[in-house]
């Protein structure tokens, strides 16, 4: 069980909602909401109620129609949730709009919007009878996401179907119509989204640090550039971090002799490299747990009455962080490239060209150092920053855009690219240990070796790798 609290949920706990079957249970964690968080909701909807003068979306209309009164008359919220489902796009996939749900929940529970309370205890209920809403991925530009959370709306009350065809009331269309913009007024699926990204990003990163250190066992690499004395003279915490983690991975290897002075970039400055993408993860993290736990409601209402409109839901900070990310992973990312080439080197490995078998000129797992080019070149073109770019809408009532949707489905991309480009290493490295009768020592490599062996077939003639590389991502598990 989950308990949402609107102050302590983090991307971790979204994923444990989000995702069923996660970290091996059958069925995703159930929600309850505090008693502390129900208690704030009350209290944000009874003074919003009560307030006096315009409220933005509640007495006026929204966008270029801010500043034109609407009343009170039953029918505006529902013409806003109505008019505002008007997303495009293929549909989302179901963990993320379940990643959606958690992330608004929490947010609700925070206190601030103003939105009825009954739209938390529905929300809840969706979670827990596993219910999805469906929607397309197209409609957010980094200043809340409407177009989900208006489709959200229409099928929580009923007039469009969850993902699979029933179509249930979980919220009275009243409720919608009085606090329509109340609930829209989020970022929950981008932040949904990204904290999923978040998780198989962490998982990836340290599935690299495992692969090179076969790759450093196979190229008889030198455990000095990971020693603790090299890291406090340059102590960038994710440099640190990163080769603690390569000490601890080597074991009792890290004595072993080196082949070289001097070894290639791939493993020699392999602590300065991650780093940066440890640090970068590290930092959207901190963004996400802000963002999640935020009422970062537009407008503010806080418990003694006061309407406080303000600019909250613009996603700059998430925006950034996520271009961060995916930059970092890209410098990283072509270090795993960089080792394959090291493995298929004779004057690296001592052995055949491309770890060979057969008759002269024989290809062996030349063409995987292909597909990982070819995975690194799709990475890199998902790299683009999308904080760069701007757009004026509504009459110019909103001339700027963080993008950070599309900066959260760029993240999602690279992951499997990135799953594929570690899986060719992976398979290169095993196949190279096997030949030179290498095992690792240290328990977690000889795991890891052990578990790629099973799937790797012991034939290094010549015959199709794509395979291989499918048993080599199952291996790696992200």
Not at 18 to 39: C, F, L, N, Q
Not at 364 to 386: C, D, F, K, N, Q
Not at 399 to 414: G, I, K, L, T, Y
Not at 416 to 428: D, F, G, N, S
Request: glycine share 10%; charged share 15%.
């Amino acid at each position: 069980m989950v308990t949402i609290d609107g102050r302590t949920l983090g991307a971790a706990g979204v994923v444990t909602v989000a995702r069923p079957g996660e970290h091996g249970r059958a069925s995703a964690e159930p929600v309850t909401i505090a008693d502390a968080a129900m208690t704030r909701a009350v209290g944000a909807y009874r003074a919003a109620s009560a307030a006096q003068g315009p409220i933005y979306g509640r007495t006026t209309g929204v966008g270029a129609n801010g500043s034109v009164p609407v009343g009170s008359n039953p029918g505006n919220g529902l013409r806003l949730i109505r008019s505002h489902s008007s997303g495009g796009g293929e549909p989302v996939a179901g963990d993320v709009a379940r990643a959606m749900l958690v992330v608004r929940l929490n947010q609700l529970a925070a206190g601030g919007s103003g939105a009825d309370p009954a739209w938390l205890t529905a929300i809840a209920r969706a979670l827990n009878d596993g219910l999805t809403p469906e929607f397309g991925v197209l409609g957010g530009i980094g200043t809340t996401d409407l177009t989900a959370l208006a489709a959200t709306a229409l099928t929580l009350i009923g007039e469009r179907p969850w993902r699979g065809g029933l179509t249930r009331a979980l919220l009275a269309a009243p409720v919608a119509d009085a606090t329509a913009l109340a609930f829209l007024s989020s970022n929950a699926l981008t932040l949904g989204h990204a904290a999923l990204v978040h998780q198989d990003l962490a998982a990836l990163l340290d599935a690299e640090l495992e692969v090179a250190a076969l790759s450093h066992l196979a190229l008889s690499g030198s455990a000095q550039p990971y020693s603790e004395a090299v890291q406090a003279a340059r102590p960038h915490p994710g440099q640190r971090a990163t080769a603690a983690r390569l000490r601890k991975l080597l074991g009792s290897d890290a004595s072993r002799p080196a082949a070289r002075v001097q070894d290639p970039y791939g493993l020699r400055a392999l602590p300065q490299v991650h780093g940066p993408a440890v640090e970068a993860l590290a930092a959207l993290g901190r963004v996400l747990t802000v963002e999640i736990n935020a009422a970062a409601e537009n407008p503010l209402i806080s418990v003694a009455g006061d309407v406080l409109h303000n600019g909250n839901f613009h996603g700059a900070y998430l925006a950034q962080a996520l271009d961060s990310v995916r930059l970092a992973l890209c410098a990283d990312a072509s270090l795993s490239q960089a080792r394959l080439a090291a493995l298929v080197d004779p004057d690296r490995t001592g052995l055949r060209p491309f770890l060979a078998d057969g008759l002269a000129g024989s290809s062996g797992v030349m063409i995987v150092e292909y597909t990982a080019s070819s995975a690194l070149a799709e990475m890199r073109s998902l790299a683009a920053p999308v904080s760069l770019g701007n757009v004026v809408l509504s009459r110019g009532a909103e001339e700027h855009a963080a993008f950070s949707p599309q900066a959260a489905r760029a993240a999602a991309a690279m992951v499997p690219r990135l799953r594929t480009l570690l899986a060719c290493e992976l398979v290169a490295a095993v196949r190279a240990l096997r030949q030179r009768g290498v095992v690792p020592a240290g328990p977690r490599l000889r795991a890891l070796h052990d578990e790629a062996l099973k799937q790797l077939p012991a034939d290094d003639t010549d015959r199709p790798l794509d395979t291989d590389i499918a048993g080599a991502e199952q291996v790696i598990g992200v």
